[in-house]
């Protein structure tokens, strides 16, 4: 052996010796008396935009750049579509805005065209517009002719180099003056593709401007300004019951002025600029308050707001006292417009913009990782903004951002943790996890946590870039073993998301890794993670039961159903090879001796893409061995679920 390797191997007997894995492996489950309950609301979503969440993501918009806003220079994503006998220019002009909100245009000059060969303009979508077949595609239009031009103006879906019409329609009508058009595109029996592009056309020379252009294809729940409906299916699987939103970073901005503007989040599509996003693009804002509302509603989640609380990213912070007060202000409203009943102002905007119910809100965050701040001002802005919050919504609970901060003697409900470690690390903290949290003191929120699966390539490095979107069975190690020690303590840990959870896989769209569900503009999937997590929520107890592991490296937690007398037993095997584990279950006489048992078990560097969708998932099946004294064999490298029933 060579010297250097001393230390290591005492190191390794060190922690076998933690873990007790010198004696004989044994898993022990007390269910004669549960150790506290577990929160009902334990596993949501945490969302902002980030990777292309949702410009290109979960909002089902597909044109990108509608509003002509992304780069005041050029037309981004925008050009001009013409064959060999037709030409024209295109050019943003903010002579002639649609409204004092939208500030420039987009004017088509069309010199030469005619019925055969059409001039005008075309987009290309977020990385390609998605045709599928049998599909209505509603699309909306402000457009403006110059005098001498009165239409038509013929609307399509077009392949990429245009020789392919996936739908096609003609608008008639143009008018002096800005008018707003919709038509429906109807696709045939097409093979599904994203080498397509929108496209505007005219069959004569004239000049147009279009003020807003805007596709949508069928959304969740039929919704006009609507989601995704496949990226949807995914979350709703989860079982989410909160969504933490709008962010993050995106809430702060990179500075004051372009923090999360969600009173101009609201209304007509029209009236929304968007703002800068911190994640180094333009937000169209067109998910915007009302959506994420939306967006909760019918994923029966609530919706857990974060109000801005006076700090930006870049170190921009607003003094407390007087300066602060306007923020202080918009925190109300913000709040007014969610749950004011519709005698008052944002209530009653809420009303206006479609809906009068107020939502179900329970939890508001101030501010987000507000420990980053070097000025350390967060215990006055906090307090100030908690004292408001408090004094006219008095059943709100508030969370801080900085768990062990004074707060000017405020006492937080709630404190938000994060957490992203690798895997290795995940494993070794996760083992004793909350053996020192405080249970007198403020309920635990961990808003953001993921483990990603090389130590060295930490989530916001420049590496991660180079590796695939969306994270390994690697990485679903470390989350189950964060999660069970969660689950253990439960009794304090009262909610828990993990972040980010969206990534358009194209080649920069992304600025952060590892993430959740990964993809493009036809198809979307799940990592060995996002199962992980699915396997965690749906299977949720609420009673945590005592549970111990000696002999062993696998990790777990236990829980109980408490209507039905279901003891569920999580175990995460992070080892390369089976293990036997003889499980003792303490207080019940007599288990079924079926169980079901759901096992998530691959190679670490195993993953899923949009290629491979499904090559890690979850499989269910039934385990006849239960019996008092039982073995349970854990597959090489897997997360389990063992549900055991009583008699
Ligand atoms: O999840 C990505 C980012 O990580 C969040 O925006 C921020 O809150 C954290 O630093």
């Known amino acids: 052996m060579k010297q250097t390797t001393r230390p290591l191997l005492a190191l390794a007997v060190l922690i076998a010796f933690a873990l007790d894995l010198t004696a004989a492996p044994v898993v022990t489950v007390d269910a004669s008396g549960a150790k506290g309950k577990v929160s009902p609301k334990l596993y949501g979503l945490m969302t902002e935009e980030i990777n292309h969440s949702y410009d290109g993501g979960l909002y089902a918009e597909l044109i990108r750049n509608r509003a002509f806003l992304d780069d005041p220079k050029s037309p ?34 069309v010199t030469q065209a005619t019925k055969e060969h059409a001039a005008g303009v075309a987009n290309s979508g977020y990385w390609g517009i998605p045709v ?29 180099d245009g020789r392919i019409v996936y739908a096609s329609e003609k608008i008639s009508g143009l008018t002096a003056g800005w008018k707003k058009f919709e038509v429906t595109l109807k696709t045939g029996n097409v ?56 962010g993050g970073n995106y809430l702060e901005g990179n500075k004051v002025a372009e923090r999360f503007p969600w ?94 119910a107020p939502f179900n809100l329970t939890y508001v965050e101030i501010g987000n990782e507000d420990y980053f701040e070097q000025a350390k001002t967060y215990d006055a802005r906090y307090a100030q903004i908690a004292d408001a919050i408090r004094t006219k ?5 508030l969370i801080a951002t900085i768990p062990d901060a004074k707060l000017n003697g405020r006492k937080p409900d709630m404190v938000d943790l994060h957490d992203y470690s690798a895997t290795d690390d995940f494993i070794k903290k996760s083992s004793n996890f909350g053996a020192d949290m405080k249970r007198n003191g403020p309920e635990i929120f961990v ?35 964060f999660m069970a020690a969660m689950e253990r303590n439960a009794d304090i840990i009262k909610m828990q998301c993990y972040a980010p959870l969206l990534v358009n896989v194209n080649p920069g769209a992304r600025q952060w890794r590892p993430n959740l569900i990964g993809y493009d503009a036809l198809s979307v999937y799940g990592s060995p993670s996002y199962y992980a997590i699915q396997m965690f929520s749906r299977n949720l107890g609420d009673e945590i039961l005592p549970v111990t592991f000696s002999g062993t490296s696998v990790q777990g937690c236990a829980t109980r159903d ?11 095997n992070p080892e390369l090879t089976p293990q036997s584990l003889p499980m ?27 290629r491979r969708p499904r090559n890690v998932v979850p499989v269910t099946t039934t385990w006849s061995g239960v019996k008092p004294g039982f073995t349970f064999t854990m597959p090489p490298y897997s997360v389990v679920v063992l549900k055991l029933e009583p008699q």
């Open 447 to 481: 808003g953001e946590w993921a483990a990603h699966e090389d130590a060295a390539v930490r989530p916001w490095d420049a590496a991660a870039h180079k590796l695939p979107p969306t994270p390994t069975m690697k990485a679903a190690i470390g989350d189950g073993v």
């Open 584 to 610: 003792e279950i303490k207080g019940v006489t007599v288990l079924k001796s079926k169980a079901t048992v759901i096992t998530l078990s691959a190679n670490p560097e195993d993953t899923n893409s949009i």
């Open 191 to 246: 093979t599904p593709t994203a080498q397509a592009r929108f496209q505007l056309t005219l069959d004569r020379p004239g000049v147009v401007r279009l003020g807003l252009a805007s596709l949508f294809p069928p959304t969740w729940n039929d919704r006009p300004n609507g989601l995704r409906k496949d990226i949807m299916q995914m979350l709703v699987d989860l079982h989410p019951k909160f969504l933490r939103f709008p």
């Open 263 to 356: 009173a101009k989040t609201l209304g007509p599509i029209e009236d929304r600029p968007g703002h800068p996003c911190n994640w180094g693009y333009r937000s169209s804002d067109g998910l915007g308050l009302l959506e994420f509302l939306l967006w909760c509603e019918d994923m029966k989640a609530e919706p857990l707001l974060a109000v801005f609380a006076g700090y930006s990213l870049e170190q921009d912070h607003v003094t407390a006292g007087p300066d602060l007060e306007p923020f202080v202000q918009d925190a109300l409203d913000e709040i007014e417009y969610v749950i004011g009943n519709t005698k008052t102002t944002w209530g009653a905007r809420r009303a206006k913009d479609g809906h009068p």
């Open 562 to 572: 408490s209507k039905t007398g279901e003891i569920i037993v999580k175990l995460v």
């Open 76 to 109: 981004a994503h925008w050009s001009v579509a013409n064959d060999d006998a037709s030409a024209a220019t295109i050019a943003l002009d903010p002579t002639t805005p649609l409204n004092d909100r939208l500030p420039t245009c987009l004017c088509l000059t």
């Open 132 to 160: 599928h077949a049998k599909t209505q595609y509603r699309a909306t239009l402000w457009a403006r002719p110059e005098a001498g031009f009165s239409g038509p103006l013929t609307v399509s879906i077009v392949s990429t």
């Open 393 to 397: 919504y008095p059943q709100l609970k």
